[in-house]
């Protein structure tokens, strides 16, 4: 989690070190729109239209959803981490 400082963005770094040990992962083509994360797992929208989930507790556990649309340009992880929400540039919310 990110607390507000004084920082860029108004945000910075956690102060619990289990955050920047993650390691790098393949985001695929494109930029990475939006990330969010709750309940062991990061999600990442795409700029190639899939959304990657990766799992913070098993750091060889990720999955790739592949979409119908162009770009996915939003992510949201319920915080139980049971749902992930995503929109893309073709205007449908996917659950």
């Given at each position: 989690?990110f607390?507000?400082?004084?920082?860029?963005?108004?945000?910075?770094?956690?102060s619990?070190?289990?955050?920047?040990?993650?390691?790098?992962?393949?985001?695929?083509?494109?930029?990475?729109w939006?990330?969010?994360?709750?309940?062991?797992?990061?999600?990442a929208?795409?700029?190639?239209?899939?959304?990657?989930?990766?799992?913070?507790?098993?750091?060889?556990?990720?999955?790739?959803?592949?979409?119908?649309?162009?770009?996915?340009?939003?992510?949201?992880?319920?915080q139980?981490?049971?749902?992930?929400?995503?929109?893309?540039?073709?205007g449908?919310?996917?659950?």
């Amino acid at each position: 989690m990110f607390h507000p400082s004084a920082g860029a963005g108004g945000h910075s770094l956690p102060s619990d070190t289990r955050y920047l040990a993650w390691r790098s992962r393949e985001i695929g083509h494109g930029r990475v729109w939006s990330l969010d994360s709750a309940a062991h797992y990061i999600a990442a929208a795409c700029g190639d239209g899939t959304v990657r989930l990766h799992s913070t507790a098993d750091t060889d556990q990720s999955t790739v959803l592949d979409t119908e649309a162009r770009r996915i340009w939003a992510v949201a992880i319920a915080q139980s981490g049971d749902r992930l929400a995503a929109t893309g540039d073709d205007g449908r919310a996917r659950v």
